[in-house]
């Protein structure tokens, strides 16, 4: 199974500053045939199912603002959200759906300084 | 507009079974692959189990293979898990889902496993 490691486990950040959340894999999640990183994020608000923010490690889900993006190649992705705002504190996790079983981070609490 | 919506969750007794249920609209169901997700309690997400659009293929999270069977009625949109010898640690949110990336998602459904 590929293992994800997501760091910190917490994190707080001011209004407007930049927020990261780091994300590991145990192994590769490129698939070679077609160039493509299957890794995605997702945010998840109390109460709520998850919401997809990044598939393929950068691309950005229809909707989602431009102050989230994502990168990141190998075994190292990074999550970034360029000017935080009050209604991004959430819970964020990585996933790799390279293969099954598609484990997920452990996730990231993101709260506001 | 892609609508998931699980039901079927409950308090149920280790050891005891459950069928959830997940009815779909809004997309060609028996061309996906469908999924289901949980998260315990104050805990992170956690794969279940996946199958292909005719139920002809299915995978299983290694805690619940044995124990759990997903399965699909395509005339029915409606995607199911079967869950058997249930046990405390089964507790958890149960989503339904698309294949991944997950775009789709149900508001999920309660299973409490205690005696």
């Known amino acids: 199974d590929i293992v994800m490691t997501q760091s910190p486990d917490s994190l707080a950040v001011s209004l407007g500053e930049r927020a990261t959340i780091n994300c590991k894999t145990s192994q590769s999640v490129l698939y070679n045939s077609n160039s493509k990183i299957y890794l995605a994020w997702y945010q998840q608000k109390p109460g709520q199912p998850p919401k997809l923010l990044i598939y393929w490690a950068s691309t950005r889900e229809s909707g989602v603002p431009d102050r989230f993006s994502g990168s990141g190649s190998g075994t190292d992705f990074t999550l970034t959200i360029s000017s935080l705002q009050a209604e991004d504190v959430a819970l964020y996790y990585c996933?790799?759906?390279?293969?099954?079983?598609?484990?997920f981070g452990q996730g990231t609490r993101l709260e506001i300084k | 507009e892609v609508q998931l919506v699980e039901s079927g969750g409950g308090l149920v007794q280790p050891g005891g079974s459950l069928r959830l249920s997940c009815a779909a609209s809004g997309f060609t169901f028996s061309r996906y692959w469908m999924h289901w997700v949980r998260q315990g309690p104050g805990k992170g997400l956690v794969w279940v189990s996946h199958?292909?659009?005719?139920?002809?293929?299915?995978d299983y999270a290694d805690s619940v293979k044995g124990r759990f069977t997903i399965s699909r009625d395509n005339t029915k949109s409606t995607l199911y898990l079967q869950m058997n010898s249930l046990r405390a640690d089964d507790t958890a949110v149960y989503y339904c889902s698309n294949a991944p990336p997950h775009d789709s998602w149900g508001q999920g459904t309660l299973v409490t496993v205690s005696s």
């Open positions: 199958i292909n659009g005719d139920g002809s293929n299915t």
């Open positions: 996933q790799q759906y390279y293969s099954a079983p598609y484990t």
